[in-house]
């Protein structure tokens, strides 16, 4: 069996006290783990898969809280870099009353931006492996071409790519370095995940399918596309699979999304398929899965505390059915 690997940024969420205020108003915060990627190796370990980081903390506290998050999941840490050039990063969090975030972000530079390429170069993937990427860490600075030999080393042992662009504006020089920089990375993945706040961005295009087709490029033969409380769809280029979502009481969104494609990439994992393994009989049961691990991790504050179990999301599914 392989190992689903996440390569970016780990960091510290610092989620507010209070809900429906900005802000500059949040009197109190709670320390919690974050970072995509970072969520993504844990979720993926929640449910009982194999995952490993690969990213770089600071020699600090924050990373040794993260680290120690990381042991404690049996995430495997051994492509984790620590240096005192940086410190880790952190954001601040606040809620609005329905559970949606805004952020501000500590990083100029934070230490996941120094990861290197020579430090991702003894890295030895197998054809089993999965490495899934997101956007944040594709900026101007080291950690790029630390993604760039990953990709090409996942991708010459045969493994699957999962791309996420999760779009976090603040942290780009402007919207369009953003998205040029997510465009020149799309065609390195086998599976897209987009959500319906990032399409129309990301593509240029208002009409849905013209858009979702329009990310059919280079490697990619999957785009999972996620519409919150309305459900998701797995699209390929023979036809697509559509699953409800869930009417439930929302306490936090974040860590949904890092949920949903941890709990997909878990059952990829787990049921041994490669990009062009994936049947229609695969998709229904995986996604469905997927949508359950992200509403139930919406149903709690924060990220990695929030991530479901397996038997929870299994739990979940039998009593909706």
């Keep these: 069996m392989g190992v689903v690997y996440t390569i970016g940024e780990a960091l510290i969420d610092f989620i507010p006290a209070e809900k429906g205020v900005p802000l500059k108003e949040v009197n109190g915060f709670e320390k919690a783990a974050g970072g995509a990627p970072f969520n993504v190796a844990c979720a993926v370990a929640k449910l009982g898969g194999r995952s490993g980081f690969i990213g770089k903390l600071g020699s600090d506290a924050f990373g040794d809280f993260l680290v120690e ?37 500590y990083r100029n530079p934070s230490a996941d931006m120094l990861l290197t390429e020579q430090e991702t170069a003894d890295i030895r993937f197998a054809a089993g492996d999965i490495l899934h990427f997101c956007s944040v860490d594709l900026i101007e600075a080291p950690v790029k071409y630390a993604h760039r030999a990953a990709l090409a080393a996942v991708r010459e042992a045969g493994g699957l790519i999962s791309f996420d662009p999760n779009v976090r504006l603040p942290l780009w020089t402007s919207p369009e370095a953003c998205r040029k920089t997510i465009l020149e990375f799309l065609p390195e993945a086998h599976i897209v995940k987009i959500s319906d706040e990032e399409l129309a961005f990301i593509t240029g295009l208002a009409d849905e399918e013209e858009a979702i087709s329009s990310l059919f490029v280079g490697n990619v033969r999957h785009v999972v596309y996620t519409k919150g409380a309305e459900g998701a769809l797995w699209h390929r280029s023979s036809g ?19 949920s949903f494609i941890g709990a997909l990439l878990y059952q990829l994992h787990a049921r041994g398929l490669g990009a062009d393994s994936i049947t229609e009989v695969d998709i229904r049961p995986i996604l469905e899965f997927a949508n359950a691990a992200a509403a139930l991790t919406t149903t709690r504050k924060g990220a990695v505390g929030a991530l479901p179990g397996k038997e929870e999301v299994l739990d979940f599914l039998a009593g909706k059915r």
């Design 240 to 258: 697509k699979v559509a699953v409800a979502g869930h009417a439930i009481r929302v306490a936090d969104t974040t860590g949904a999304g890092d």
């Design 69 to 105: 998050t990381l042991t404690r999941l049996q995430v495997d840490v051994s492509h984790v870099r620590r240096t005192r050039e940086a410190g880790t990063g952190l954001a601040f969090v606040s809620l609005s009353s329905d559970g949606n975030r805004d952020f501000s972000f």
